[in-house]
């Protein structure tokens, strides 16, 4: 990695001059950007491109989940890099609960990045998603038979109300190539996860099917991605317009009125069982409305759900003890 900024010069002007258009339509405020930076060549091209277009306008955040031993000197290598540009950089360590590790890896990692932002009063968090992450993603779930919510991909704009985090991807628009020529143009340092090699997993073998084969293009599969997104958001709002006329409170029950439109009623019994506490997956949730369509009750997420005559009672799962 060079050890100044004198490297920094070469990156090619037009990246450096995307990243600026795209930063400057996400930022809401003038107050300065929080970057996630793992150390990896996406995020680290995301630290060169912002460390040019905004200069003195950037902190960064790297975590370490403590799930793998180099993760230690990844978190160094973006201290390095940092310290090299005079750009504040913060490790953020956390700890990772028992179950799906991935999903409570990312759980912990963006409370972390949202308690960082609010002590440091950031206007928003950078993450390095771009254009490939985007079709490889939409790949995978249609291989998986996913619905909408599954297939939307990541928008340019997140809010997660609950920790206060506003998400911005500066790099929707970008190729992994060019990030790679931002890397390759300076030099700079990066870590390799090298189970991004390892063709055990989906993504790995989707991203080398997506390079051989030409007549997939990555850029329109990201951009159906983008338009699943805002599909996914308008079913979102109508659900929650039916949930909010047509549903009624029976003491700690929750009673749903069906719309018989599948997605609807999907996104509907989730809002509900997410209302009595539980944390729901889609599929399930799905497994749970052919039941109630076909008269059936049944438990999930600690939730019980019950049919009576047209309606649907949603209320906690009674201790064990007490069926």
């Known amino acids: 990695m060079a050890g100044s900024t004198a490297t920094d010069a070469a990156l090619p002007a037009d990246l450096v001059a995307r990243f600026a258009a795209a930063l400057k339509r996400l930022r809401l405020t003038e107050r300065?950007?929080?970057?996630?930076?793992s150390g990896g060549p996406d995020s680290m091209a995301m630290l060169l491109l912002a460390h040019a277009a905004v200069p003195g306008e950037i902190e960064v955040a790297t975590v370490d989940h403590g799930l793998r031993p180099e993760a230690a000197e990844e978190c160094a290598l973006v201290e390095k890099a940092?310290?090299?540009r005079g750009i504040a950089c913060k490790v953020l360590?956390?700890?990772?609960?028992?179950?799906?590790?991935?999903?409570?890896?990312r759980e912990a990692r963006y409370a972390a990045l949202a308690?960082?932002?609010?002590?440091?009063?950031?206007?928003?968090?950078a993450t390095a998603h771009h254009v490939d992450d985007q079709a490889e993603t939409l790949?995978?779930?249609?291989?998986r038979g996913s619905g909408v919510a599954g297939l939307s991909?990541?928008?340019?704009?997140?809010?997660?109300?609950?920790?206060?985090?506003?998400?911005?991807?500066?790099?929707?628009?970008?190729?992994?190539?060019?990030?790679?020529?931002?890397?390759?143009?300076?030099g700079a340092e990066v870590a390799h996860d090298r189970s991004n090699e390892d063709e055990h997993f989906d993504r790995v073998r989707i991203r080398r099917a997506l390079a051989e084969t030409d007549w997939l293009d990555p850029v329109a599969l990201a951009r159906s991605a983008a338009l699943l997104a805002e599909a996914d958001a308008t079913l979102e709002w109508y659900a929650w317009g039916h949930f909010n006329n047509h549903h009624r409170l029976e003491g700690s029950a929750i009673v749903l009125h069906p719309s018989?439109?599948?997605?609807?009623?999907?996104?509907?019994?989730?809002?509900?069982?997410?209302?009595?506490g539980g944390v729901p997956r889609g599929s399930e949730v799905a497994r749970l409305r052919d039941r109630l369509y076909e008269g059936e009750g049944g438990n999930l997420a600690?939730?019980?759900?019950?049919v009576a005559r047209d309606e649907w009672i949603c209320r906690p799962e009674p201790p064990r003890g007490a069926r």
């Open 82 to 84: 940092c310290a090299a």
């Open 115 to 125: 308690g960082w932002r609010l002590e440091r009063g950031l206007s928003a968090v």
């Open 93 to 105: 360590r956390v700890e990772v609960g028992a179950g799906n590790v991935q999903h409570q890896a």
């Open 153 to 186: 991909g990541v928008r340019e704009s997140t809010f997660i109300s609950e920790l206060e985090l506003r998400l911005i991807r500066p790099l929707l628009e970008f190729r992994r190539a060019e990030l790679a020529q931002a890397i390759a143009a300076t």
């Open 32 to 37: 300065r950007v929080g970057l996630a930076v």
């Open 139 to 143: 790949m995978m779930r249609l291989n």
């Open 302 to 306: 600690g939730v019980l759900v019950t």
């Open 260 to 276: 018989y439109k599948e997605e609807i009623d999907l996104r509907v019994i989730g809002i509900a069982i997410r209302e009595l």
